[in-house]
């Protein structure tokens, strides 16, 4: 007989009661894997965003945590086009709007971009056709927020009161974006009162021969700049990464489910915790014998421990799995598609299993301390 | 005297007394004696005349308040390693049997050699073995519910000698079984006691236990009032 036989058979003494302490370990791992799943997909998408359509840098006003709240001179994208290692800019305007679909609301990010710049090159019209023209009343859709809203070709979209022509559906090489609505830039200034402004641009850098020093100094070219008054342009540049890493509802929707997390985990760690000491106060008298025949103290402590920590890899499998098939049931879920893949990383299924083992260890350390400290002689007196 | 002459002192206790916690009670007092490598003793006494605290004072499982216990001239005041010495030479027979439910015969028997540097294999193998050599090898894969007392009692014993101890210790072994299993039960005791010469000391109310030893040990209120019919005080 192995040693982890005897844990198994231990833990099948009381099958329910183990079930539901695994089942709750997985509620803990399936929260925490899947939130963090969610919010790295969320990342993911966004930086796949940029670097999906060669964005080296992206320019956000100087002092803000992303563009929803950045505000930049329009004139200040032709000064850094004008930086000899400058490929492409491409400014943009984007807020969030409202839509009314099936007796609910859409919220979906809304994108002023330049007709003719890079932008839109990575969007493939699926019906109808593209934007052509700046002055242009129209809107292009994303596939899903079309199936959202049961827009198609030629239907209106109401825009901060304003009635756009819906002239395409698009669908985006990045699933993010397919829940977004394009419009002209000068549209989109017109309607938000902030005319020859714009949220951020994205830089392209030229790196002739794989020179990736070069965006370096473009970003300190960029955060340099002036405008015609030879003020400041408050401009900072960031690559793409850090600037995903750093704007504010990522690092919001990273704090939110690292917290929900740790709650779930120390509710797990409690649970875990009751099982296991409820488990050794039973075995009283089997434990004082298994010492009173020679086991030593660490053999009970790794005995115990291994119990706690079998239940918690097997909650943490449950716990995975259960996250994975959630995480594909909601990206398909309308009012996230294309927000997020469904996808889980490894390193984030590894992190549950990393949590679920620390869960393992702080529930069973005190229990399998308090086991080793009873004494071989307890069993005998109860003779 | 049946005593064995010229033969070592496994185990020696030198005025060994023990009060327990409370303050009220004095299970040993001053009790001083000798067992001898190989000896079969029985010790006996009325309920609460300290049997079993005598018998887990020798089997390192409990300290005595004053005194001393000498496991081969070793006080086990100074033993580096009591689990050591219960795992490796003493073997304990207890009269509730205390196998574990979930465990078949063979794996109960194997719970005390995980304290050996044995693989699984020879644990199971050498589980087997025991297990035949009580007369249980038909019985091997049942768990202890579907065993009768008996049968357990022979499991328990085979757990007992897993680590082949030096000493086999047992605290009312006949107490929980009918009269003939009993007897095949302290049959099994002279067969080992004959066959390996272990040392056995067995706590007990049974005359007929105490007849099957080569020597008996009266308790009365925590003293020796009898060593093999020698009367003490």
């Known amino acids: ?383 | 005297m049946n005593r064995p002459v010229g033969r070592e002192v496994l185990l020696e206790t030198r005025g060994l007394s023990r009060l327990y916690p409370d303050g009220q009670v004095q299970a040993l007092r001053d009790v001083s004696l000798s067992i001898h490598l190989g000896e079969y003793v029985a010790i006996m006494g009325p309920s609460g005349s300290g049997k079993s605290t005598l018998l887990t004072a020798l089997g390192a499982i409990d300290r005595p308040t004053t005194g001393e216990v000498l496991f081969a001239g070793q006080p086990l005041s100074q033993h580096p390693n009591l689990d050591a010495l219960r795992a490796t030479q003493i073997g304990f027979v207890f009269q509730s049997f205390h196998l574990l439910p979930t465990l078949t015969a063979v794996e109960n028997v194997q719970i005390p050699m995980f304290e050996m540097p044995w693989s699984s294999t020879q644990r199971t193998s050498r589980a087997r073995d025991l297990l035949e050599q009580v007369g249980m090898s038909h019985r091997c894969d049942h768990l202890p519910s579907r065993l009768s007392v008996g049968e357990r009692q022979r499991v328990a014993i085979a757990r007992a000698l897993a680590n082949r101890p030096q000493l086999l210790l047992a605290d009312e072994p006949t107490g929980n079984l009918d009269s003939q299993t009993a007897e095949e039960i302290l049959a099994l005791f002279a067969n080992l006691h004959q066959t390996i010469g272990m040392t056995l000391v067995i706590v007990t109310h049974s005359d007929e236990v105490a007849r099957s030893a080569q020597r008996c040990i009266r308790l009365r209120d925590g003293r020796v009032v009898e060593d093999s019919g020698t009367v003490v005080s």
Not at chain 1, 57 to 83: F, Y
Not at chain 1, 235 to 255: C, E, K, L, W
Not at chain 1, 272 to 277: G, K, S, V, Y
Request: proline share 4%; net charge neutral; hydrophobic share 45%.
């Open chain 1, 1 to 383: 007989m192995h040693f982890a036989t005897l844990l198994f058979k231990n833990l099948l003494r009381r099958k329910t009661r183990s079930l539901l302490t695994c089942c709750g370990v997985a509620i803990a791992v399936g929260t925490t894997v899947v939130l963090l799943g969610i919010t790295d997909s969320f990342e993911r998408a966004t930086v796949h965003a940029f670097e999906g359509r060669g964005v080296d840098l992206v320019v956000i006003e100087e002092g803000v945590i992303d563009q929803l709240s950045s505000d930049l001179d329009e004139k200040m994208v032709q000064r850094v086009a004008r930086l000899p290692e400058v490929k492409d800019v491409a400014p943009g305007l984007l807020d969030l709007a409202a839509f009314p679909a099936l007796g609910s609301t859409v919220t979906a990010l809304v994108q002023g971009w330049e007709v003719q710049g890079f932008l839109l090159q990575g969007l493939k019209i699926t019906s109808g056709q593209g934007l052509t023209e700046p002055n242009q009343h129209a809107a292009i859709i994303g596939k899903g927020l079309a199936d959202s809203l049961q827009k198609q070709p030629g239907d209106s979209l109401e825009i901060e009161g304003e009635t756009f022509e819906i002239v395409g559906i698009f669908e985006s090489f990045t699933p993010a974006e397919n829940s977004g609505v394009v419009i002209p830039l000068p549209q989109m200034q017109r309607i938000k009162y902030r005319p020859e402004r714009v949220t951020g641009f994205s830089v392209v850098v030229r790196q002739d021969g794989g020179d990736t020093a070069a965006v370096d100094r473009v970003r300190r070219q960029i955060s340099k700049l002036v405008d015609e008054q030879g003020k400041s342009g408050r401009m900072v540049a960031q690559p793409v990464r850090d600037y995903v890493q750093a704007s504010g509802h990522i690092r919001i929707a990273h704090a939110m489910a690292w917290m929900t997390s740790v709650i779930a985990i120390v509710v797990g760690a409690i649970g875990m915790l009751n099982t296991m000491i409820m488990s050794v106060v039973e075995r009283v008298r089997e434990i004082s014998i298994l010492r009173a025949i020679g086991w030593k103290k660490s053999r009970v402590i790794r005995m115990i421990l291994g119990e706690s920590l079998i239940i918690s890899m097997v909650g943490a499998t449950l716990g995975s799995l259960g996250a994975i098939v959630l995480s594909q049931g909601l990206a398909r879920w309308p009012a996230v598609q294309g927000m997020i893949d469904g996808s889980i990383g490894p390193p984030i299924v590894a992190m549950g299993f990393l949590m679920s083992t620390l869960l393992g260890l702080v529930g069973g350390v005190y229990p399998a301390l308090r086991a080793a400290r009873l004494l071989p002689a307890e069993g005998l007196r109860h003779e």
